[in-house]
Nanobody
Framework: QLQASGGGLVQPGGSLRLSCQASGFALENWAIGWFRQAPGKEREGLSC????????FTADSVKGRFTISRDNVKNTVDLLMSKLKPEDSAVYYC?????????????????WGQGTQVTVSS
């Protein structure tokens, strides 16, 4: 089971670190990524690790602001978000993911747990 945490209310320009914790399996053995879902909007994939070689990929929409990282000892995959904007407000989920494409930028998220709400507002 995957559990996302670390969300909250932050002012525009601020930062948050989201954490994905797994129970019952080792995240390092899976491709894990983050996506978000805002009301009335389509699911948006943000970033992921590919299982085959551990490479990370980040969507152009958040590149330079969001960074994915992993700690195999803690069994977590984090998403560090900086320079947050009101449009970043959404529920954020971590999930197992299938990574496709030669550039690793085609993602299919298939299993996720409870998300964490991020609200960017002054």
């Amino acid at each position: 089971q995957l559990q996302a945490s670390g969300g909250g209310l932050v002012q525009p320009g601020g930062s948050l670190r989201l954490s994905c914790q797994a129970s019952g399996f080792a995240l390092e053995n899976w491709a894990i990524g983050w996506f978000r879902q805002a009301p009335g909007k389509e699911r948006e994939g943000l970033s992921c690790f590919r299982r085959r070689d551990g490479s990370s990929f980040t969507a152009d929409s958040v590149k330079g602001r969001f960074t994915i990282s992993r700690d195999n000892v803690k069994n977590t995959v984090d998403l560090l978000m900086s320079k947050l904007k009101p449009e970043d407000s959404a529920v954020y989920y971590c999930a197992t993911v299938r990574v496709y494409g030669r550039d690793g930028m085609e993602w299919e998220f298939d299993h996720w747990g409870q998300g964490t709400q991020v609200t960017v507002s002054s």
